[in-house]
């Protein structure tokens, strides 16, 4: 089974501090995505890497950065956490086979981040 | 850019009616998956549609994929209980990227 883990279930930081969120998968997989998902917005695209150290801008990635330096490893920072940011913050990583087109995307648990 | 809608935005059905939820792409798409996401936790791949037409089934849970691999549907057969969640769709576009795009889900909420 693939697993996809994020570093804390529940996060509450200031306004101003730098937050770090850590994903991990255990599949090798390529892709590894960010989402922000907020009631009534659906899943948006924060940031998403193809490879090490490649990144690409989702949706709104604006007051985020990303960090990949090992393929299993996907990192999320906010450089100053607003109360904006408030959300549940999901880490995804998903096998494409182009081509044949398979593709699955698996979930972590989510990270549910209160910024006061 | 690619647009996913998703409708109805939330659906209560009494136990044992039936339910659907639609997925309309303004591309045209390689690929459609779609997810279960349960209350307080996080979106679980249920499946995916590959060819033009292709209908899958999961038990009560019908999915199709249109002809033109624009629109998409998953339909329950008499709900249950634990059916309760939010559905998503989410479209690959044709041409080879690997960024799906969701619908914001359809949350079903299945009354005893």
């Known amino acids: 089974d693939v697993k996809v883990t994020q570093s804390s279930r529940y996060l509450v930081k200031r306004t101003g501090e730098k937050v770090f969120l850590e994903c991990v998968q255990d599949m090798d997989h390529e892709n590894m995505f960010w989402y922000r998902q907020d009631p009534g917005l659906g899943l948006r695209l924060i940031y998403f890497?193809?490879?090490?150290?490649?990144?690409e801008k989702g949706d709104i990635p604006e007051g985020y950065s990303v960090s990949r330096e090992k393929k299993e490893r996907f990192s999320l920072i906010l450089e100053s956490a607003s109360t904006n940011q408030t959300s549940m913050y999901l880490c995804?990583?998903?096998?494409?086979?182009?081509?044949?087109?398979?593709?699955?995307?698996?979930f972590g648990p989510g990270t549910r981040l209160t910024v006061t | 850019g690619q647009q996913v809608m998703q409708i109805p935005q939330y659906q209560h059905v009494q136990e044992g009616e039936d339910f659907t939820t639609y997925c309309n792409s303004s591309?045209?798409?390689?690929?459609i998956q779609w997810y279960k996401q349960r209350p307080g936790g996080h979106p679980v791949f249920l499946i995916q549609?590959?060819?033009?037409?292709e209908v899958k089934k999961q038990k009560r849970l019908t999915f199709q994929f249109g002809e033109a691999k624009k629109n998409s549907s998953l339909h329950i057969t008499a709900t249950q209980t634990t059916d309760v969640g939010t559905y998503f769709c989410?479209?690959?576009?044709?041409?080879?990227?690997?960024?799906?795009?969701f619908g914001r889900g359809t949350s079903l909420i299945v009354h005893p």
């Open positions: 995804a990583s998903s096998l494409f086979t182009p081509g044949v087109g398979d593709y699955e995307q698996y």
């Open positions: 890497s193809y490879d090490v150290k490649m990144k």
């Open positions: 591309t045209t798409l390689s690929n």
């Open positions: 989410a479209g690959l576009p044709s041409g080879g990227s690997y960024i799906p795009t």
């Open positions: 549609l590959v060819k033009s037409g």
